[in-house]
C-alpha cells in the first residue's frame, strides 16, 4: 500500500551454495517467501565468539498427534513388541503414527528381517464416524492390509468388525460406534518374491474425514455398501492364449466363478456362488493355498451368512487384483443419489471458512476475464485441478539461467511449466507455483463431481510467469516477469494479448531497490494490484517485495486466527490471511492445519500431478489475498488498486483482529471475503447485495488430544445483514464456553472453549457445541482424550539428528535420541566454519533400516524448514535452533501420497551408530 518508508536498506544475508547431495536450498534474489516457518528462537546471533570449535545446539520438538511404532526395524530404536493383540500399543486419539510391517525374509537387513514383523496391533478409544486411514509408503513393495476389531476382552482375528483390504496406496476406515478397538496392520504377501512384503507406513486417526473414505482408488472394505457375492471384473484380453474362449462363461469357469453379465472387451459380472462353489473359487485363486508366505489365520469366519459372503467377496478380488490377466476387479457398489459432491478434499481447507470465503462464492465465483499473474516457480500446466485455469497466452518461462531453470530449454522461453526445482535426483521438488495457483484458483465443484481441492476465485485465470528454480531466482529474471504481466517490454520481445489485474509475489528477498520500486509504482498507477507475501523471519524488519510503496504486505494467521509463530510483522504489514501451522491439528481431522493446495511429486521417474498437500507461510497467506482481490475485480471491473487501500484502510473488508485498528501483527485486520465482494458491488452503483446473514464458526472442530485444556473458537457473520447470537451450550459437564472478547450487541467474536479431565476416566471423549444465532445454527464437534500411562505420549520415533556440510550434503555429525516429553534436545560440539564452512541440520527417523532417513513414511524435519533449510554460517546464532519433525502425509487425488507434506524427498544417509558426538 501507499505511504510506506521505502528509505530503509536491507541488508541481505549471504545465502549459501547449494547443497547438491538431494537439498533444494532457495536462494536469492528470489529466494521463496516462506512456505514454511522458521521455528528458532529469537537470541541474538554468534553463538560462540571463535568460529573453530564452536557449538551447535537447539531443541526439535514432535509434531502434534506424533506417535512412533514400537518395534520397527531400525535395531537402534527402543522395542516393545506389538505383535498380538494382547500385546497392542496404546496410542491417543486423535493421532498420526509412523511405523514399519515385513514378512520374514522381506526388506531390508535389520531387528525385524529374519524373523518377520507382519502385524502391528494399536489399542485405541474411538468415536463414532471417525477415520482411519493408512498410509501406504511403498505399495509396490508392501500391500499393508487394516482390520479393526471392537476391543471387548477377546478378539477373533478371523472374524473383524471391519476391514480394508485393497490393493492401492491408502486403506480407510470409518468407525462406526464409538468404544475402545483395536487396530491391525498387516503385510499381506501371497508370493515368494523377497521384495513384495515391507513398507513404511503412517497411520492416521481423525475426526470429520469422511469424505477421505470415499474417494479411495482400490479400497476393498467391509462396511461399504456392495453387493455380496457379486463382482465387476475387465479382463486383459492380450493375455489370453490364441486359442483360449473369450467367452464369458468360459473364462468366469475357468476361475471357479458364475458369468452373471457382461461380454468379451468389456467390463463382466461375475458371481461366487454357493458355498462349494466358493471353496472351489479359493482353490483356483490359490487363497487357501500354503506358500512359504501364506498366513493361516487369514481365513475369515462369521456367524453372519451375508458378512461371511461379503467377506469372501473381497477375498475373491484381492486375489483377481494379483492376476496378470485381470485389468480390473471390484464390487458392485449399490449407489445412491447425492444433493451436493463437492471437490473431495476441500473439507480440509479450514483457510477458506476462515475467510468467509463460502459468503463470498454466494455472490461471485471470478470471472474468466481477470487475469492474477502468478510470479513463482511456474505451475504444472496439466495438474488435473488446474488445466483448464490458465490465460489465452499461457504465461512465459523467464529464467535465463539453464542450471536454475532445468527445463531442458536453453534461456528464457514461452513455456513456464514447472519441471520441478530439486537440486539432485533421489529429491522431490517443492511445486511452489503451483500450490500457490491452486489457492488462487483451482478448479471448483459447485453442486456436481469435483477434483482435488477448492480455489479462491475458479473462475478466474491464472497467468503462470516462472523466475525461480534450482536455487531460487535472480532479480533481473523477476523484473522481466513483472514487466510482461503488466503489458511492459520486456526480454521475451512479446507481451500478453491482456495484462494481468493482479499479481502476486510468494517470494523476497534482497535489499529495497529504487528500479523495482519505480517499477510497481508505474505499475500500480496503470491499475494493476500487487500482492507479496510478508516473510517467514519473525522479524519487524522491513522485507521485499513486500514491503515497497504500492504493494500488500501479507502476514500469516493459523487456524486460531493468530499471527503464525513464522510470520514477519511490522509497520508494512497491510493485512493478514490464512499460512497455516503444519505442527497442529487444532480441528482434530487427522490433517496438519497447513494450507491445502495442488503441488506434483517428482520423487519417482516421472512427475504425478494429481498430488495435493499442506504447506505453511506468508507465501500461502498472499494467495488468499490476491484470489479475494481477484473475486472483488469479477464484482466491480473497474477496481483500482486506490480502491482496495482505502477499504482496507477503512476496515471495511477485514475482520480486526489484535488492537482495535491497524496493528503490526495484522495490519487493517484478516481478510474477509464476503466483505470484500459485497462492497465491490458497492462500487459498482447497483446497490448492495441482499443481506444474508449467517453464522460462521472456526474452527469447524476442535481436538484437545490428551494434552491441551483450553483452546478457541471465532464466531462471526459470514454474510451481509445484521446477526446476532442468541445461546451458545455444550451437552458435556466436562466441557466449558465463556465470552473472551464479544461484542455487547450481536455477541459476535472470539470465545474460549476449555475443558476439565478431573474425575473421568480414560478413553476418548466427544461432545458439541452448539451456537444459535438469528439466521442459523452452527454446532461444533469436540474431541478430547484422558489417557492413561501406558498411552504412547508424543514423539516422532528414534531420531538421527545430523549435522550436514552445505556444500556437499554429507553428514558431518550424528546426534541419535529418543524423544523426551516430546522433545529432542541435540548439540553438535567442535563445529569448524574457520574455513568458511557452512551447515545445515536435517533429522529423521529410519524405520525401515535402510540407512536413509526422511523416507516415504518416516518423520523427517530440517532448520528451519524441510523445503527451504536454513545455511548456518559462522555470523548465523548457534544456540536456540529449534524446529519440528513428524510424520506427515499429503493428498494425491483418489488416494494419500507419501509425498510427506511440505517434505521433498530429503533422502540423506545417516552415520552408522547410535552415539552422539
Same mark, same amino acid.
Given at each position: ?135 501406504? #509408503?511403498? +505399495? *509396490? /513393495? !508392501?500391500? %499393508?492390509? @487394516? ?5 471387548? &476382552?477377546? $478378539? ?56 477421505? #473414505?470415499? +474417494? *479411495? /482408488? !482400490?479400497? %476393498?472394505? @467391509? ?5 455380496? &457375492?457379486? $463382482? ?14 473369450r467367452a464369458p462363461t468360459t473364462r468366469a469357469a475357468s476361475l471357479g466363478l458364475q458369468a452373471k453379465a457382461g461380454a468379451d472387451n468389456r467390463a463382466m459380472l ?18 487357501? #493355498? ?628
Open positions: 500500500m501507499s505511504g510506506k518508508n521505502n528509505n530503509f536498506m536491507l541488508r541481505s544475508g549471504v545465502i549459501s551454495p547449494v547443497l547438491k547431495h538431494a537439498l533444494l536450498l532457495a536462494s536469492l534474489l528470489g529466494i521463496l517467501s516462506g512456505c514454511f516457518d522458521k521455528s528458532g528462537d529469537s537470541s541474538p546471533k554468534g553463538g560462540d565468539s571463535s568460529p573453530k570449535g564452536s557449538t551447535l545446539s537447539g531443541t526439535v520438538s514432535s509434531a502434534a498427534g506424533s506417535v512412533a511404532d514400537s518395534d520397527i526395524n531400525d535395531p537402534n530404536a527402543p522395542y516393545v513388541a506389538n505383535d498380538t493383540p494382547d500385546q497392542a500399543q496404546p496410542i491417543p486419539n486423535p493421532v498420526m503414527l509412523g511405523g514399519y510391517v515385513n514378512v520374514a525374509g522381506t526388506g531390508y537387513t535389520g531387528r525385524s528381517y529374519s524373523s518377520g514383523d507382519r502385524v502391528d496391533f494399536f489399542s485405541i478409544s474411538l468415536a463414532a464416524n471417525q477415520n482411519i486411514t493408512l498410509n501406504i #509408503a511403498d +505399495h *509396490t /513393495t !508392501g500391500d %499393508l492390509d @487394516l482390520y479393526l476389531y471392537k476391543d471387548d &476382552g477377546s $478378539i477373533d482375528l478371523n472374524n473383524p468388525d471391519n476391514m480394508s483390504r485393497g490393493t492401492g496406496k491408502t486403506e480407510t476406515l470409518t468407525v462406526a460406534e464409538a468404544g475402545n478397538y483395536i487396530i491391525e496392520v498387516y503385510a499381506f504377501n501371497d508370493t515368494d518374491n523377497p521384495n513384495d512384503g515391507y513398507s513404511n507406513y503412517a497411520l492416521v486417526v481423525g475426526q470429520n474425514a469422511q469424505d477421505t #473414505a470415499a +474417494h *479411495t /482408488t !482400490g479400497r %476393498l472394505v @467391509l462396511t461399504d455398501n456392495f453387493v455380496p &457375492g457379486e $463382482i465387476i471384473v475387465r479382463f486383459r484380453d492380450d493375455a489370453l492364449s490364441s486359442n483360449a474362449s461375475l458371481g461366487l456362488g454357493d458355498l462349494q462353489a466358493r471353496q472351489a473359487s479359493f482353490r483356483t485363486l490359490g487363497i487357501t #493355498a500354503k506358500q512359504k508366505n501364506a498366513d493361516p489365520l487369514r481365513q475369515f469366519r462369521s456367524a453372519d451368512p451375508e458378512k461371511q459372503l461379503k467377506m469372501d467377496t473381497l477375498q475373491v478380488i484381492k486375489a483377481l487384483r494379483k492376476r496378470n490377466d485381470v485389468l480390473y476387479a471390484g464390487p458392485n457398489y449399490i449407489y445412491q443419489a447425492q444433493l451436493e459432491p463437492t471437490d473431495p478434499y476441500y473439507k480440509f481447507q479450514w483457510h477458506y471458512p476462515l475467510i468467509n470465503l463460502p459468503g463470498a462464492w454466494d455472490v461471485s465465483t471470478g470471472d474468466a476475464n481477470v487475469i492474477v499473474a502468478v510470479i513463482d516457480s511456474g505451475v504444472l500446466l496439466n495438474h488435473p485441478d488446474l488445466s483448464g485455469q490458465f490465460s489465452g497466452d499461457g504465461g512465459y518461462d523467464f529464467i535465463r539461467d539453464n542450471a536454475i531453470s532445468q527445463d531442458g530449454e536453453p534461456g528464457i522461453d514461452n513455456n513456464p511449466d514447472d519441471p520441478g526445482d530439486k537440486a539432485a535426483p533421489g529429491g522431490r521438488s517443492s511445486f511452489h507455483g503451483t500450490h500457490v495457483a491452486g489457492t488462487i484458483a483451482a478448479a471448483t465443484s459447485f453442486g456436481g463431481g469435483g477434483t482435488g481441492v477448492a480455489g479462491i476465485a475458479p473462475g478466474v485465470k491464472i497467468m503462470p510467469l516462472r523466475v525461480l528454480g534450482v536455487d531460487g531466482g535472480t532479480g533481473y529474471d523477476i523484473f522481466q516477469a513483472i514487466r510482461y504481466a503488466a503489458g511492459l517490454s520486456n526480454d521475451s520481445g512479446t507481451v500478453p494479448a491482456q495484462k494481468a489485474d493482479i499479481m502476486n509475489l510468494s517470494l523476497g528477498g534482497g535489499p529495497f531497490i529504487q528500479e523495482m520500486q519505480n517499477l510497481i509504482t508505474q505499475i500500480r498507477n496503470e491499475g494493476m494490484v500487487i500482492v507479496a507475501a510478508a516473510g517467514n523471519s519473525r522479524t519487524g524488519t522491513l522485507a521485499y517485495p513486500a514491503s515497497y510503496d504500492g504493494v500488500i504486505s501479507v502476514s500469516a494467521v493459523d487456524i486460531n486466527k493468530q499471527l503464525a509463530g513464522y510470520s514477519n510483522f511490522g509497520a508494512a504489514i497491510d493485512v493478514s490471511a490464512p499460512g497455516g501451522n503444519t505442527a497442529r491439528d487444532i480441528n482434530g481431522d487427522g490433517r496438519p492445519d497447513g494450507v491445502l493446495s495442488t503441488i506434483g511429486d517428482d520423487s519417482g521417474n516421472s512427475i504425478k500431478l494429481d498430488v495435493y498437500s499442506e504447506y505453511q507461510g506468508t507465501s500461502m497467506a498472499a494467495p488468499h489475498m490476491a484470489g479475494v482481490v481477484a473475486l472483488m475485480k469479477s464484482v466491480y471491473s473497474n477496481l483500482t488498486p486506490a480502491n482496495v487501500d482505502s477499504l482496507l484502510s477503512s476496515g471495511k473488508i477485514v475482520q480486526d483482529l489484535g488492537t482495535p485498528g491497524r496493528d503490526d501483527q495484522f495490519g487493517h485486520g484478516l481478510i474477509d471475503a464476503r466483505k470484500a465482494v459485497d462492497e465491490a458491488a458497492l462500487l459498482t452503483g447497483a446497490g448492495s447485495t441482499p443481506d444474508t446473514p449467517f453464522l460462521n464458526v472456526s474452527p469447524v472442530a476442535l481436538n484437545f488430544g490428551n494434552s491441551e485444556t483450553s483452546l478457541s473458537l471465532s464466531m462471526v457473520n459470514g454474510d451481509s445483514g445484521e446477526l446476532t447470537i442468541t445461546s451458545v451450550d455444550d451437552d458435556a459437564a466436562w466441557l466449558t464456553v465463556t465470552a473472551n472478547s464479544v461484542d455487547a450487541t450481536t455477541q459476535l467474536g472470539s470465545y474460549q472453549v476449555s475443558i476439565d479431565r478431573t474425575g473421568l476416566a480414560t478413553g476418548t471423549y466427544t461432545a458439541n457445541i452448539t451456537i444459535v444465532s438469528s439466521a442459523n445454527s452452527v454446532t461444533v464437534p469436540v474431541i478430547q482424550q484422558v489417557g492413561d500411562s501406558g498411552v504412547s505420549s508424543t514423539n516422532a520415533g528414534y531420531q538421527y539428528i545430523l549435522l550436514l556440510n552445505a556444500d556437499n550434503g554429507e553428514p558431518v555429525q550424528q546426534w541419535t535420541s529418543s524423544a523426551q516429553n516430546g522433545s529432542y534436545n541435540f548439540q553438535f560440539n567442535n563445529v569448524d566454519f574457520s574455513a568458511g564452512q557452512n551447515y545445515l541440520i536435517i533429522t529423521g527417523t529410519d524405520q525401515n533400516n535402510d540407512n536413509i532417513i526422511c523416507d516415504a513414511g518416516e518423520a523427517c524435519g530440517a532448520y528451519i524448514t524441510q523445503v527451504q533449510p536454513k545455511t548456518i554460517t559462522t555470523d548465523d546464532k548457534h544456540s536456540g535452533l529449534n524446529f519440528t519433525t513428524g510424520f506427515n502425509v499429503g493428498l494425491q487425488n483418489q488416494r494419500l501420497s507419501t509425498t510427506a507434506g511440505p517434505l521433498r524427498g530429503i533422502a540423506i544417509r545417516r552415520l552408522s551408530g547410535k552415539q552422539a558426538p
